[in-house]
């Protein structure tokens, strides 16, 4: 580090064969620290997968609330929720790995701190590294052991799926329905306007969007056999083929690092 002037004209040898025996490369420039940038960075890595994390543990905390209860984290048959209320299921991985996402977070702000030191360096940076540095890591590996657990048990509740799909009485299908209209030749500008009107009016009636449909002039244009495709299991796009592409991507990506 610095001008390497106590090494002699030796001094970019030196570094160069400490460097390979190490494997590292070295810093381009430094004074008497290798500046603090690169620690910044790589704790805003960290913080970003940590966020990852915290996201799809957000999602399933959300999922396994009572009134939606889509999905649970892996309930052991002897494992106590709570102390005092025996019927609790609470997804207590995924709202620790949100927990300590937190923690993960609050360690950017002192990473960027160190990177303005004075002059050649002072010693702030120091403390606060030792501190930030290791128990970021140990956060995050914590945090994802707890994912791995999560996912690797998730429960499914099909049932209540369907049931949450249905939950609008099928308003979440107004958009493929104003696509059928102009398939079956209605300008889409004028689809538009009457699926709005029809979707508005089941919407204030507490009424199924498809029955309203069934009343409507949009029946010129449209059949029984076309009423009852309008399903939201059958509206899933590419979803699967989606899927299978991000799975084929990880795996490759995984097989890569064990060569």
Do not use: C
Not at 3 to 22: N, P, Y
Not at 70 to 79: A, I, W, Y
Not at 102 to 124: G, Q
Not at 148 to 171: A, M, Q
């Amino acid at each position: 580090v610095g001008t390497m002037a106590s090494f002699g004209e030796k001094g970019l040898e030196i570094q160069r064969l400490v460097m390979e025996d190490l494997g590292l490369k070295p810093a381009r420039i430094s004074n008497q620290i290798i500046q603090r940038d690169v620690y910044a960075e790589l704790m805003a890595i960290l913080a970003l997968i940590a966020s990852t994390l915290d996201k799809i543990a957000l999602e399933i905390r959300n999922l396994q609330r009572t009134e939606i209860l889509e999905v649970s984290e892996p309930f052991g048959k002897k494992q106590v929720g709570s102390s005092t209320m025996p019927h609790k299921r609470n997804p207590i991985r995924s709202e620790k790995v949100s927990g300590l996402a937190r923690v993960i977070y609050s360690n950017v702000i002192p990473a960027l701190l160190n990177n303005p030191l004075w002059h050649e360096r002072d010693l702030t940076n120091s403390s606060v590294e030792r501190v930030i540095l290791p128990e970021t890591f140990v956060l995050l590996d914590e945090m994802l052991k707890s994912i791995k657990k999560v996912l690797s048990g998730l429960e499914f509740f099909p049932e209540n799926i369907k049931r949450n799909l249905y939950l609008t009485k099928n308003l979440i299908m107004a958009e493929p329905l104003m696509l059928k209209l102009t398939e079956k030749g209605m300008g889409r500008q004028e689809a538009h306007e009457l699926v709005r009107k029809l979707a508005m009016k089941a919407f204030e009636e507490g009424r199924d969007l498809l029955e309203v449909v069934k009343e409507s002039e949009a029946m010129v244009y449209l059949s029984e056999d076309d009423l009852n495709s309008l399903k939201p299991e059958n509206y899933i796009g590419l979803a699967p083929q989606i899927v299978d592409s991000i799975i084929a991507y990880i795996e490759e990506v995984e097989r890569r690092e064990r060569t």
